[in-house]
């Protein structure tokens, strides 16, 4: 029979414990303060910057996140890991100062246009790189982006070839620094349209089927899901987002050469940000952008144009995937789950929850409380109407 004392314990202990919804509550505040956090920082960064070398470096370091988040599309929801990605990259840069070139178009209608043109082009090699999976997945990715750069470096009459090619500015009145800025806020506008979507991805009935891919391609596909499509959507969106942020960088930067546009490295390091801040969460993507970009930008400034950083990038994606294979933001969440409030193993609720439970079955609390204290009153009864051992003999 329960006593007093844990009667009045039962609430305290239920307070104690972390129930799901303060869980979803917490997680949801802490992803607010997070964006604001970040949108307080963008705001003031340009002003902020001590001079136009640092500005310069924080619009890098958005281009990483703009072109993680991205990959991020198709790698976090579907678990495809692309090394390829540089080709749609590339692909937006040149389809963007071609446009711009060779037909006169302002630069941010060619640089829309150039999207779409990488949207249509995505369809068919969508189709047939996504007829395998895994390792073979990665190896065609890694073929397509070659090919490009064999191509765009071959074909001078049309891209440049390797003397690469020079994209008009956008705002050729405005002075350097004041370029980076204005570009710094673009670069930040695409990567917010990134997260929203992405957000709002993460929420769907569409996203649900892209992370059942991602856990069991088989058993999603057995239960009706129409896993050929999913992916293919999931890979359009990826790629030409990944465009978008080439056309962006190519009207920022102004010089393009095709080594740099298509780079195994490049696709590289877009799955190393990924990862390292977590490709399951919103944020993981901008988290190992910044971590990334900080760090090669220190590496190149300490050790020229050696090829030093190659051998840090190398070791960071090392010590990733052994001690944080989730990212960074999945164990730092971890960590404070296993400091924070624990869960108990089995659900105590207050009276307030279980009114509160009662009310939205229908139940009113007068019936559940005449039911209870009727069965109180029938087990007393019963032990008051069964015959002790004595009475028996």
């Not at 670069?187 to 349209?193: D, I, K, M, N």
């Not at 569409?206 to 088989?218: M, N, Q, S, T, V």
Request: overall charge positive.
């Amino acid at each position: 029979m329960p006593n007093a004392s844990s009667t009045l314990a039962a609430p305290e202990r239920a307070a104690t414990a972390a129930t799901p919804t303060d869980r979803s509550r917490r997680r949801k505040i802490a992803t607010v303060v997070a964006l604001i956090v970040a949108a307080v920082v963008v705001g003031i960064f340009p002003a902020a910057a001590p001079n136009a070398y640092i500005l310069s470096a924080g619009v890098v370091i958005l281009s990483y996140a703009c072109t993680a988040t991205s990959w991020n599309f198709m790698g976090g929801f579907t678990g495809y890991i692309s090394l390829g990605h540089a080709a749609w990259f590339g692909l937006g840069a040149y389809g963007t100062g071609i446009l711009v070139r060779d037909l006169g178009l302002p630069s941010f209608v060619a640089w829309a246009l150039a999207g779409v043109v990488v949207a249509i082009i995505t369809v068919p090699i969508g189709i047939a790189a996504l007829r395998v999976r895994g390792a073979s997945f990665v190896i065609v990715s890694i073929a397509f982006v070659l090919i490009l750069l064999l191509v765009f470096q071959g074909w001078g009459s049309f891209t440049g070839g390797s003397n690469g090619l020079v994209v008009p500015r956008p705002f050729p009145d405005l002075m350097r620094p004041v370029h980076h800025q204005v570009f710094f806020y673009l670069f930040a506008a695409l990567l917010a349209a990134m997260l929203v979507l992405w957000w709002a991805i993460n929420r769907s009935r569409f996203g649900i089927g892209l992370k059942a891919i991602r856990e069991d391609e088989d058993k999603a596909e057995a239960l009706g899901i129409p896993t050929r499509n999913y992916k293919l959507v999931a890979y359009i969106i990826s790629a030409t987002f990944t465009g978008l942020a080439g056309g962006m960088y190519a009207l920022w930067f102004g010089d393009l050469d095709p080594i740099f546009q298509f780079s195994i490295l490049l696709g590289s390091y877009m799955v190393l940000m990924a990862l390292l801040g977590g490709i399951r969460h919103l944020l993981g993507p901008l988290v190992g952008a910044i971590i990334v970009g900080i760090g090669l930008e220190v590496f190149k400034l300490q050790f020229g144009d050696t090829q030093f950083h190659l051998v840090a990038t190398g070791l960071l994606l090392a010590l990733v995937v052994l001690f944080m294979p989730d990212g960074i933001i999945p164990a730092l969440q971890a960590g404070i789950k296993r400091f924070g409030p624990q869960s108990s193993s089995i659900r105590e609720m207050t009276a307030g929850e279980l009114a509160e439970r009662n009310r939205a079955a229908g139940v009113s609390g007068a019936s559940v409380f005449a039911g209870r204290k009727a069965e109180r009153e029938g087990v007393e009864n019963e032990d008051a109407t069964t015959p002790t051992e004595e009475e028996k003999r």
